[in-house]
């Protein structure tokens, strides 16, 4: 009984001595986006003490006699002044803001206790407001000014020496601002500051950097070094790492979105017209089929090229069959929504698109566009988009985190030539990755090299994503073979990443195609989508 | 003056925030275990401090925040052990679990300790907390929550009894 109660405080101890730690760089992180949250809480409290502290100051009691005579000034400068600001602060007046419309998932926070809000309730100064994952909503300001909500974004509304400043934390607002009389009003991030006048504009707030696009009106941006004029079509990011995508896309997730796509002069909008198929097939495959898995590309057919998804997901088996497609047309069979989705927009599938549910039908889709000989890819991308939106409902945003990851750079001796890497032409055609039963894993294709560090990022032992810095243009011929571990080595071997192979990825990497991996911090982009259904019937 | 006052006051917060800040954040995230709860526990110590709702005693403001801290952080995982009693209860059909590998045993283990250190005084789990994931000694802890080295080494062997017996079948798992 002894040695067991012996071993149990073994047990315990082992226990209690692994408790997680945060990296010093997550915690500097948190440390800041915490201070910033606080920010308006303690301004809103140095407000109401302007005039209580002053009567109370005890210091002045240890001053030298000779300045009494300055503090009974000054005090009875407070003594007049202060009842004037404290009608000025207390005057009732109208809240400064209002939701206006709202899904179920608003709330505010003043701290400690959070609580929902809902539409017709009034926000103060200095409340942390936070939309959820899947509802947008539209807070409308006392000015006639409206603020739309990205879902999962975070504000504070504060009150600005010449108008009312919205600290937009996290997420995305598009600002719908009345004409200010006097002042301005301000939208701002942790690395710039937007103030207006009166227009309609885009910010977004990323971990990786901010972002403003302007449909009427100007603005003037505040960041970093200096600050410019925006107008309507243009748009400026903060990172220059950040990928820019067409304001259409960015604001997909509005419930206004046409009207703010209205008002942009039309040579810069990309959206105008709106690209549609002419015909498009989507049934969804019956459920008795499902369990095949056999996912076949979906691919489009453009004047300029194919379209075709870089990678499929790992756990699924690939048709060997590459089934021809006619010009002009978007054909595949069993599609699985995520593959559509990471087509439409052009984002790699592996772990980067959040939101659609896994257990999502599969679908055979059979699109033509009207202009068949003309069509290019870009334009069936942008149709493929329509097709998500009017078919499934989707709406989606991007967000970009600063991640860890890789960068796939030549090797020190130069690509090693040869079988495994030769240079040639055509069309992208992506094998793999593959597991075979003998415990061997193959990425094989005619790649571009972004799409083979594309691909390479979904080896599940990598852990993040990989950005191709070779500089190498044009199409390979590439081969790389990795071995299990486990297949040459004991069972069980350790599952950490870059350790599941033998050699390891970026050993194997090196050895065969003169490449290498290099650990960093990249910018990772993520398709988040706040809204998808089942596919309508045709 | 308005000025200077403002600055003093804003320059306190700001220093406590930088010289304690990562002992609440540490404390949080290593009882929660995950980076959003961690954060919104520091919000949650600092708003008090900033409101003055308990006015810290001014001599132990180290003692006070880490008190703060352990209390938020066991709160919220009082909290997650509701949540999802609901969610198991709602659930129709519990969905095929698959084997967990290292990380999600380290997690579960993890969830289980802080669930049973839950269940403790509030002044024990503070000194648990101390002792485990911050490697104070006994004299330290003393000093810190303003109380005899004597009266922590007793509190921290009943509450070793008291988590063994908590833990017992799943510290049995492991032997």
């Given amino acids: ?538 | 003056m308005f000025t200077a006052v403002q600055s003093e006051r804003e320059q306190a917060i700001e220093s406590i925030f930088k010289e304690y800040g990562q002992l609440v954040y540490r404390t949080a995230y290593g009882v929660t275990g995950n980076r959003e709860d961690a954060e919104d526990v520091l919000q949650a110590v600092f708003m008090q401090l900033v409101r003055q709702e308990r006015r810290p005693d001014g001599k132990n403001l180290q003692g006070y925040l880490y008190r703060a801290a352990v209390n938020s952080s066991l709160n919220t995982i009082r909290r997650r052990q509701r949540e999802r009693a609901q969610q198991v209860s709602g659930e129709l059909e519990a969905p095929e679990a698959p084997a967990p590998d290292d990380s999600v045993k380290a997690e579960l283990r993890h969830r289980r300790l802080y669930e049973a250190i839950a269940q403790l005084k509030p002044d024990a789990a503070q000194i648990v907390i101390l002792r485990y994931m911050h490697n104070k000694s006994d004299a330290e802890i003393a000093a810190m929550l303003g109380t005899s080295r004597g009266a922590i080494a007793l509190k921290l062997f009943r509450s070793r009894t008291r988590l063994r017996k908590l833990l017992l079948a799943s510290l049995k798992e492991e032997l």
């Fill in chain 1, 1 to 538: 009984m002894r040695a067991s109660n012996k071993n149990l405080n073994q047990a315990l101890d082992r226990w209690l001595s692994q408790s997680p730690s945060p990296s010093l760089a997550d915690m500097q992180s948190s440390l800041g986006h915490v201070w910033e949250r606080l920010q308006p809480h303690i301004v809103g409290i140095r407000g109401i003490r302007e005039e209580v502290i002053p009567a109370s100051t005890d210091i002045r009691l240890r001053w030298p006699w000779s300045k009494i005579v300055l503090v009974a000034a000054l005090t009875a400068a407070v003594v007049l002044v202060a009842p004037m600001v404290l009608i000025r602060t207390l005057r009732p007046g109208p809240a400064p803001a209002i939701v206006q419309t709202v899904g179920s998932g608003l709330s505010r926070t003043d701290g400690e206790k959070s609580q929902a809000i809902h539409a017709g309730d009034q926000l103060a100064f200095g409340q942390i407001i936070r939309s959820s994952v899947g509802d947008a909503a539209v807070v409308a300001l006392s000015d006639g000014s409206s603020i739309e909500m990205r879902p999962n974004s975070e504000l504070a509304l504060e009150s600005a020496d010449d108008g009312v400043r919205i600290r937009l934390s996290r997420g995305s607002v598009i600002v719908v601002a009345a004409k200010q009389k006097k002042g301005h009003l301000y939208v701002q991030t942790k690395d710039l500051t937007v103030s207006v006048v009166g227009t309609v504009f885009l910010v977004n707030a990323e971990e990786a950097g901010s972002r403003v696009a302007v449909f009427q009106g100007e603005v003037t941006v505040q960041g970093g070094a200096g600050s410019r004029k925006l107008s309507p079509g243009e748009q400026v990011a903060t990172n220059p790492l950040m990928k820019s995508h067409p304001v259409s896309e960015q604001i997909s997730w509005s419930g206004s979105a046409a009207a703010h796509l209205a008002l942009l002069p039309q040579s810069t909008s990309p959206a105008f017209p709106r690209l549609e198929f002419d015909v498009a097939t989507i049934r969804p495959v019956p459920s008795a089929n499902v369990f095949i898995r056999t996912a076949d590309r979906l691919r489009c057919k453009g004047a300029d090229g194919i379209l075709t998804t870089s990678v499929i997901r790992f756990n699924q088996m690939i048709s060997s069959v590459v089934s021809d497609v006619p010009q002009g047309r978007c054909v595949g069979r069993n599609v699985d929504p995520i593959s559509l989705i990471a087509l439409a927009y052009d984002i790699p599938i592996n772990q980067r698109i959040s939101g659609v549910p896994i257990s999502a039908e599969l679908y055979n889709i059979e699109t033509e566009a009207t202009d068949l000989s003309t069509v290019t890819k870009e334009q069936l991308r942008q149709m493929l988009q329509t097709l998500l939106a009017d078919r499934f409902a989707i709406k989606v945003h991007r967000e970009t985190n600063q991640g860890d990851g890789y960068l796939l750079m030549v090797g020190k001796n130069g690509p090693k030539y040869g079988p495994a890497f030769m240079e040639t032409s055509g069309e992208e055609e992506i094998f793999g990755p593959t597991h075979d039963a003998s415990g061997q894993s193959v990425v094989k294709g005619k790649f571009r090299l972004k799409t083979f560090a594309e691909s390479l990022g979904l080896l599940d032992n990598l852990s993040g994503p990989v950005l191709d810095r070779t500089n190498l243009s044009g199409i390979y011929d590439l081969t790389l073979i990795l071995k299990d571990a486990a297949a040459s080595g004991p069972r069980g071997a350790p599952t950490s990443p870059d350790r599941r192979f033998d050699p390891p990825v970026s050993k194997a990497i090196e050895e065969q195609l003169g490449l290498r991996l290099e650990r960093a911090k990249v910018p990772v982009e993520y398709l988040v989508v706040d809204h998808f259904e089942k596919a309508s019937e045709n």
